[in-house]
């Protein structure tokens, strides 16, 4: 059980990791290149017990790659980007460089997601570089940690790596939604649904979901918080199913999955502020309360359309 628990912990901090640097790179935010090199460097080290430095460090702007262990001749490329344009000029650069006669083996850490590379990577028999094998992203890492599972010192130390050094790399990034297109989705809502609270619907089997309860206990949602949805908000989310649904709405229904995948995101990489999922709903819409004060009249749907959000699993932690 101790061990499940670890193998959960690490992957919600390596989902953090990537999900920050994705926002980064999408915000063009710089500043997490080093945090990310660091990290990459203690992590890499623990799991495969290397021993990288930063070569940054030592050399700002290293050629071809950031992180080195000269003993084993292994260099690492710390990057966000997972083109293979990229791939394919930092190889140039390590052979212009002859970094390949210290570091002959050469690989990328994409701190995303990598692609399924179609592309040949020509190292013009300098060394030996395979793309299945030495291009790695969060994935990788995790598999790699899971199958050491059965070492529990091991587990804990990532653990504590992961957790000592991802907050790092997170900012105000929640503070990003979008209240103003919320507020679109709602004004429009509620002009087409009048006396939506007179109006109560208790139909709502059609509604495609994965299973509440379970999703409660993923996403630790109290059991007060639930019976607030349940009683309070449950009963209107046909209504908001028919409304996005309506030809005439798609426009509105475009802005309402904008909504949500910035939401999504922020809200992954903000998780581990909060103990209870209780509290992102209290923050989301007080920051849209703040942002755009009409909607303090809206209040009461807003509250309605933020747990229809949660309900559907368009935001939160769902089974996988």
Known sequence: MENLQLNYKIRQQLTYWRMFTELS??????DVNKTNEDLSCQVLNEIFEWNLINLNTIKPNFPAIDLGDDKKGIGISVTATDDSKYIKEKIKINIKHKIY?????????????KKKYTAEFDTKGFYTFDKSKNILDIQDLFDEIEKQSYNKEKQKKILSILENNVYKLKGNFIEDITPHDIAKVLEEFSSQNPDLIKNISVSIQSIHRTDFPQKNRINNLSEGYIKLIQQESLPFFEQVAKFLEKFENRNFKKIYYNITTDLQKTILVKRADFEEFDQIFETIGNICKEQVPQLLAERRTLQILLHFMYFQCDIGENKP
């Open 101 to 113: 006669q210290t570091y002959p083996t050469h690989f990328f850490l994409i701190t995303t997601s």
């Open 25 to 30: 790179s999408s915000s063009q935010y710089n």
